[in-house]
């Protein structure tokens, strides 16, 4: 089952992503892990991806692309956590492979900049907050109705405890 998981910073993704790839035993690719992981190792796509992170900016597609298919490469079954984030993220995806079910944990804007702002990473400085929701609802929001049109977009609601999160996500996957 390859499967995209959507929705604003402080949805919960990363957490919901961590139970079902463990529990399902699916590999999860986590593109903002992968270009952290970059930028403390201090590599050359480190020091130029850092620039676009610590604005909350999304780094450029082309370098995001060029990531994303080492990883899925011979992978049958996947969870993506954080890409795509654009348009052209996932008409790139489309060349590369077929995604079966999109998971959309929908989360309202006062709850997200809550969890946001008692998580304390690099980028969850309040200014930095406001201009990630910027760059999610101009540039990530659309590929909701995108998947939509396909057909493959599952919406799951993300308020509520993390098992109870889990479980509307096991039984949108078919899992249970
Ligand atoms: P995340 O951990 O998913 O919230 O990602 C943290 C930051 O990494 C984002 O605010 C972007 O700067 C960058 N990033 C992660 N994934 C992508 C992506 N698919 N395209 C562009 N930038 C990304």
Redesign the pocket.
Known sequence: MKVVFLGP?GAGKGTQVEIISSRYNIPKIV??DI?RSEVSRGTELGKIVKQ??EK????PDDI?LRIIGKYIEGLDSFIL??????LN?AKGLETITKIDRVVYIEVPDDEVKRRLLARGRM?DRPEVIEN?LRVYREQTQPLIDYYREKGILVEVDGVGTIEEVTERIEKALGLK
Request: glycine share 16%.
């Open positions: 910073p593109m903002g270009l676009y992170m909350g900016e999304l780094v995001i956590d954080g890409f795509p984030r654009t993220q980028d990630r």
